[in-house]
């Protein structure tokens, strides 16, 4: 049921951020400043909601943490490029936090 509940706040989460990210790119249009690319806008995206995952397992790495912000910052700018880096390292690292959840213990006594 846990799990159920964390799904449907996830989703609902993602629609936020998917509508958010384009009204953002839509005032940029009236803007006389650059527009975040789809493309950057779907690995904000991406990397904003691998974080929520992680954050919701109690995974959260602090690089994927400090790489969000970083992305997030360069999205404010409308950095195409630095937005795809910094999104891709912050979906890694947050997808290397819940992998660890599966992982082995390292430290078993025989």
């Known amino acids: ?5 964390i799904a ?16 953002g790119a839509l005032a940029a249009e009236g803007d006389s400043r650059p527009a975040l690319s789809a493309e950057a ?3 904000l995206a991406r990397a904003e909601s691998s974080v929520a995952q992680a954050t919701a397992r109690k995974a ?15 999205a ?3 950095d195409n490029a630095a937005v795809m880096e910094y999104a891709a390292v912050a979906s890694e690292q ?5 992998a660890q959840l599966d992982s082995p213990l390292t430290n078993q006594q025989h």
């Open 1 to 5: 049921m846990n799990s159920r509940r």
């Open 8 to 23: 449907i706040g996830l989703l609902v989460w993602g629609g936020l951020v998917m509508g958010t990210a384009g009204q």
């Open 41 to 43: 806008a779907e690995a």
């Open 60 to 74: 959260l790495w602090t690089t994927a943490t400090s790489a969000l912000a970083q992305a997030q910052e360069a």
């Open 76 to 78: 404010r700018k409308a």
């Open 94 to 98: 947050a997808s290397r936090g819940m």
